[in-house]
T-cell receptor, first 115, second 118 residues
Framework: AQKITQTQPGMFVQEKEAVTLDCTYD???????LFWYKQPSSGEMIFLIY??????QNATEGRYSLNFQKARKSANLVISASQLGDSAMYFC????????????FGTGTSLTVIP | DGGITQSPKYLFRKEGQNVTLSCEQN?????MYWYRQDPGQGLRLIYY???????QKGDIAEGYSVSREKKESFPLTVTSAQKNPTAFYLC?????????????????FGAGTRLSVL
């Protein structure tokens, strides 16, 4: 079974609008971390935001927030006030404490911001 | 500036040739990783190393080899046994020292190396 599932291969959003990128995960480990990365066309993976399985509050970092629904095993990324520079691939990832050393990545969502 | 440096940015391999991709970090991170990314796909783990002189295979280690002689360096060799090496290769590192929350240890990435076969 896939550890991380991103069901939206491509998304479009109007500049200045908000957009939600979906991510569901599969784990039996009670302790895990969830991460979102941005990959622009240059290729480098840029860390955006982290959510721990025991965190009570949804994580926020500037225009990025993570809608964490533990019972549904979803960790959707919300980007507010989209900018043209947000156009990129976005990857959701998970790290389990049990397996410890491996990050599991989804297949990514390509976001295009339309002026 | 602290960071992860991968070189070269572009690399071409001839048939039957071994090539080595460089990855250096000055973040004083304990763990280092190599990933392969194919078009339209996510990242797949090739090898990782938590400490010097020790490393483990990831999901797609066949046809690749690594070494970890220094904490800062984790070179990846793509051997002639790897029949389909054309891909984008990313190196990453994370801090893993005692006292950190394991699940929270963020991986930081280099800019990547694009490998093509001539």
């Amino acid at each position: 079974a896939q550890k991380i599932t991103q069901t939206q291969p491509g998304m479009f959003v109007q500049e200045k609008e908000a957009v939600t990128l979906d991510c569901t995960y599969d784990t039996s480990d009670p302790s895990y971390g969830l991460f979102w990365y941005k990959q622009p066309s240059s290729g480098e993976m840029i860390f955006l935001i982290y959510q721990g399985s025991y965190d009570q509050q949804n994580a926020t970092e500037g225009r990025y927030s993570l809608n964490f629904q533990k019972a549904r095993k979803s960790a959707n990324l919300v980007i507010s006030a989209s900018q043209l520079g947000d156009s990129a691939m976005y990857f959701c990832a998970m790290r389990e404490v049990m397996t410890g050393n491996q990050f599991y990545f989804g297949t990514g969502t390509s976001l295009t911001v339309i002026p | 500036d602290g960071g992860i440096t991968q070189s070269p940015k572009y690399l071409f391999r001839k048939e039957g040739q071994n090539v080595t991709l460089s990855c250096e970090q000055n973040l004083n991170h304990d763990a280092m990783y190599w990933y392969r990314q194919d078009p339209g796909q996510g990242l797949r783990l090739i090898y990782y190393s938590q400490i010097v002189n020790d490393f483990q295979k990831g999901d797609i280690a066949e046809g690749y080899s690594v070494s970890r002689e220094k904490k800062e360096s984790f070179p990846l060799t793509v051997t002639s046994a790897q029949k389909n090496p054309t891909a984008f290769y990313l190196c990453a590192s994370s801090i893993e020292s005692a006292g950190t929350i394991l699940a929270k240890n963020i991986q930081y990435f280099g800019a990547g190396t694009r490998l093509s076969v001539l």
